[in-house]
């Protein structure tokens, strides 16, 4: 069964830093690009960024609102995925998802639960 | 900038058909656009139902379909049910790196 779990949010305040994570079990997760998604409070769903697989580089893509103070990595050894998020502003508030897929012939299927970021002083 | 439409909501009774479209301010949806739909209910994490304009997922019902439709992408629901009732999202791929979503459609079973 693919599973996957966010952890890593909560409430932090503007200028830092969080690190979220996704652990992924399941599937033979270096086969496999990755996808973060963020959703606003009542807000419609944001892409946010993939990183490919290691077949296509591993290198990663993002959308133009985060791009420089996001950055997405993996650690195919240990299943997870990771979404760095520097200098939180106000507007990024919201619930932080990963998926399996979103590039070439992986595409998107299973979502995480999310986890909860809060931005405020 | 990249503007993907869908319409803000839209209502159906039971057992009708509904569809929902997607347009982009840069032309004409094609296949080309991989369009992916979602299903999102509330205090949920959304779901894939369909993947590259058409392609569905092994837990997407057979009632939801997603075509091209008059230069949008579409998803249509026929015998629709009360657990239908969600919001539903698309997703275009841009030159098959920039990923940009809909606004919603949130649909109403009444």
């Known amino acids: 069964e693919v599973r996957l779990v966010e952890s890593g949010g909560g409430l932090e305040q503007p200028g830092r830093s969080l690190r979220l994570s996704c652990s992924a079990s399941?599937?033979?997760?270096?086969?496999?690009?990755m996808s973060w998604f963020r959703q606003a409070p009542g807000k419609a769903l944001e892409w946010v960024g993939f990183?490919?697989?290691?077949?296509?580089?591993?290198?990663?893509e993002y959308a133009a609102s985060v791009k420089g103070r996001f950055t997405i990595s993996r650690d195919d050894s240990k299943n997870f995925a990771y979404l760095q998020v520097n200098s939180l502003k106000a507007e990024d508030t919201g619930v932080y998802y990963c998926?399996?897929?979103?590039?070439?012939?992986?595409?998107?299927?299973?979502w995480g639960q999310g986890t909860l970021v809060t931005v405020s002083s | 900038q990249t503007v993907v439409t869908q319409e803000p909501s839209l209502t159906v009774s039971p057992g009708g058909t509904v569809t929902l479209t997607c347009a982009s301010n840069?032309?004409?949806?094609?296949?080309?656009?991989?369009a992916n739909w979602f299903q999102q209910k509330p205090g949920q994490a959304p779901r894939t139902l369909i993947y590259?304009?058409?392609n569905k997922h092994s837990w997407t019902p057979a009632r939801f379909s997603g075509s091209l439709l008059g230069g949008k992408a579409a998803l249509t629901l026929s015998g629709v049910q009360p657990e239908d009732e969600a919001d539903y999202y698309c997703?275009?791929?841009?030159?098959?790196?920039?990923?940009?979503f809909g606004g919603g459609t949130k649909l109403t079973v009444l």
């Open positions: 997703l275009l791929y841009y030159s098959g790196t920039q990923l940009v």
């Open positions: 399941g599937f033979t997760f270096g086969d496999y690009a």
């Open positions: 990183i490919r697989s290691q077949a296509y580089g591993g290198t990663t």
């Open positions: 840069t032309g004409a949806v094609t296949s080309r656009y991989y």
């Open positions: 998926t399996r897929g979103g590039y070439g012939n992986n595409a998107l299927d299973y």
């Open positions: 590259s304009t058409s």
